[in-house]
């Protein structure tokens, strides 16, 4: 099943999108909490926010997708 979750059309680019926008929402929570610093955002934060937004926007994605075949599967039988 996960061959064909990760295959299905539309995945790897709502990955990418909700990744980004994952990315982003949690640098900017950090930031604030820091005191909106101007020397915050280093390329480790960067890497580590777009890392965290790929771990979320992937398990995300993979619920949706999953629950979408299934849906059809069941559907279909």
């Known amino acids: 099943m996960f061959k ?3 295959s ?3 995945f790897w680019k709502s990955v990418v999108v909700l990744g980004i926008v994952y ?3 949690l640098a900017v929570v950090l930031w ?3 005191g909106f610093m101007t020397h915050f955002f280093t390329p480790k934060l960067i890497l580590v926010a777009l890392c ?3 771990l979320v ?4 994605s993979y ?3 999953w629950r979408k075949l299934k849906e059809d599967e ?3 039988s």
């Open 23 to 25: 990315a982003v929402i």
């Open 52 to 54: 965290a937004g790929f």
């Open 4 to 6: 064909k979750v990760t």
């Open 32 to 34: 604030t909490m820091r």
């Open 63 to 65: 619920g949706k997708f």
């Open 57 to 60: 926007s992937f398990s995300t």
């Open 74 to 76: 069941y559907r279909n």
């Open 8 to 10: 299905h059309k539309g």
